[in-house]
């Protein structure tokens, strides 16, 4: 027989024992994520870091000594120069070699730097840049690199013919199935003083419509401020779109049309606008590489391992800010 009180189940509760059960649920809560009213936010993308060797491109150092100093410095990779890897060949460097240094010192080759002509007009000179640019792919493969700059090299200047974007992206896709036969990617670069491809929303739309699984584009804060690009349009790239991104700055007392590359400044040492910068390429997904591009005379000048550890010390500096 059922006793005349209140069983455990349909007692009401007293105010005490009602606190106690509200302090219990909160505890839970804070113990398993799944009660909580939101899930704890994910930690930042911890990104990797690269060393430009155009900043220190005035020392003119061989190349496996631009390796050694960017092992030193911190950085994660290198991004070289063709004509220093073309330089290093040409004096008897074995670039399986460099590649084992490039390994054994725990870098890797996020991307190279390449002016291929690709993207020009005239049919023989396109197709010479083509075969250039597959000789820089295969030179960029031997050192264990994965992806190369495709900058509009040769249709810069005024003189030069405004390209259709429709015609770059079919260029594009050309130079992409290049790299897929050699194994190195093609990065659509922006070139802020160029004739063509000079703003973000040029560049991402001959990327896209080159229709190519591998497409991509290669940002860089100099050249979206120097081309007239807002960085506000970086929230409408996807993380996918970009693996890797040239960080700099530059001095806002110097108009647009006027800054040149001799500017370019340690990021934080300028006036671009980092912490949105930073913020805005969380928020798309980016997980790739920030890779230190600088051209400044001034660093050219003093001794190459302080350039590339004031250079590190800057990036991170940049990444605290957001």
Request: with cysteine; charged share 20%.
């Amino acid at each position: 027989m059922t006793s005349a009180k209140h069983s455990p189940i349909t007692q009401p509760l007293c105010r005490r024992d009602w606190l106690g059960a509200v302090a219990a649920l909160g505890t839970a809560a804070a113990v398993d994520p799944l009660l909580a009213d939101e899930p704890a936010a994910p930690p930042p993308p911890k990104w990797r870091t690269s060393f430009n060797t155009s900043c220190i491109m005035g020392q003119k150092l061989p190349l496996p000594e631009q390796v050694r100093i960017a092992s030193e410095a911190g950085y994660d990779a290198i991004e070289p120069w063709l004509r220093d890897i073309d330089q290093f060949v040409q004096s008897g460097g074995s670039l399986a070699d460099v590649g084992k240094q490039i390994s054994d010192a725990g870098l890797t080759v996020e991307s190279a730097i390449g002016f291929a002509n690709w993207i020009v007009d005239d049919p023989a000179a396109r197709e010479a840049g083509l075969e250039q640019l597959r000789r820089d792919m295969d030179a960029v493969r031997q050192i264990g690199g994965i992806r190369i700059a495709a900058p509009p090299a040769g249709a810069t200047k005024p003189e030069n013919p405004k390209l259709d974007l429709l015609v770059v992206a079919e260029r594009y896709r050309a130079a992409l199935d290049v790299g897929r036969d050699v194994g190195v990617t093609p990065q659509l670069e922006v070139w802020g003083f160029s004739h063509n491809l000079p703003r973000l929303g040029e560049t991402m739309f001959a990327a896209v419509e080159s229709g190519h699984p591998d497409a991509c584009v290669l940002p860089d804060i100099y050249h979206l401020h120097r081309g007239g690009s807002e960085f506000a349009g970086l929230k409408l790239l996807s993380g996918a779109a970009v693996h890797v991104f040239h960080v700099n700055d530059y001095p806002a007392s110097v108009a647009r049309a006027e800054l040149n590359d001799a500017q370019r400044v340690y990021p934080g040492d300028g006036d671009a606008p980092l912490k949105e910068i930073v913020s805005l390429l969380r928020a798309t997904g980016f997980n790739g590489v920030l890779s230190l591009e600088l051209f400044n005379r001034t660093h050219w000048e003093q001794d190459p391992l302080e350039v590339a550890k004031n250079g590190r010390a800057s990036i991170q500096r940049m990444l605290d800010m957001a």
